[in-house]
């Protein structure tokens, strides 16, 4: 009879000095997981990317040179004069532009060790 007296004595003091240590922590009725190996968890951010707008030739500008013949007449029998001298006129064609959009890499994808937060269910710990 003694030894269960004295088995359930130690087992209420037990449990009392249990019951302390988790209300210091500040943690009721909760499980609290055992604490990883690192407490790191590695996060990954995939690369990111933005669309840019640039100006581009499609074709350079040129001058197209336009040559006119000499125009001659025969006035009399046996007279050919010219009616109008040779040219040359310049056609002046501007370059043309696009737009075109290109996608570029703004920064890579990199990872990263972030702090593992222990959460407890009911006391936020």
Known sequence: MMSRTLAVVFSTAVAAMSMTGAASAGC??????PPCQTCYQQQY?????????????VSPGAVVAHRTPAQ???VMV???????PPSV???QIPPQY???QRVEMVSPGYSYYAPVQMNCASCGY
């Open 28 to 33: 009721y009725n909760c499980y609290t997981p």
């Open 45 to 57: 951010v995939p690369p990111q990317y933005r669309a840019v707008d640039e100006t581009v030739m």
């Open 72 to 74: 001659y007449r025969t």
């Open 78 to 84: 046996p007279q050919t004069v010219m009616v109008a």
């Open 89 to 91: 006129q310049y056609q």
């Open 98 to 100: 696009a737009t075109r």
